[in-house]
């Protein structure tokens, strides 16, 4: 059942990539924490993306999927030709277990971004609202890089 699962997201991503490569708003690469595997991000504007992250946590398979608002004016800029925007949003985890983990993620984080280079260092925290099989709560941590084609 999960190699369905973890199937059919593989072919979604390929999918998005060779649709989203032309305009580079499309960044993957890899997630270091909660979970560990890789991740994708899709910016729909200037303001607003959607990303999601593929990986294992303890042992588990691991889904995420998050709609984020970016905040580019928040932080100041230290260095010409670097952007810190903040970023916050909402989002859902599925972790397989012994019965799927579902849950609503409330993330916020900071990414740099180079304006000669494409690509995002990032680093965000989640807490999570655990919705089944019961209730409860988690907490998601980590760190990635993506390169935008």
Do not use: C
């Amino acid at each position: 059942m999960v190699m369905r699962y973890a199937l059919s997201v593989l072919l979604l991503a390929a999918a998005a990539v060779a649709a989203a490569a032309a305009n580079e708003k499309f960044g993957a690469g890899v997630v270091l924490g909660v979970p560990f595997g890789v991740t994708a991000k899709y910016w729909l504007d200037s303001r607003y993306a959607v990303q999601g992250h593929l990986g294992v946590s303890e042992g588990d398979f691991t889904m995420n999927a998050d709609f984020l608002k970016n905040f580019d004016q928040v932080l100041p800029r230290k260095r010409a030709g670097t952007r810190l925007p903040l970023y916050a949003g909402l989002g859902l985890k599925f972790k397989t277990e012994t019965r799927t983990f579902v849950g609503i993620r409330f993330v916020g984080g900071v990414s740099m971004f180079h304006s000669t280079k494409p690509l995002e260092f990032f680093a965000e925290v989640a807490p999570v609202l655990r919705l089944a099989p019961n209730e409860g709560g988690a907490f998601d941590g980590a760190v990635g890089m993506r390169r935008y084609f």
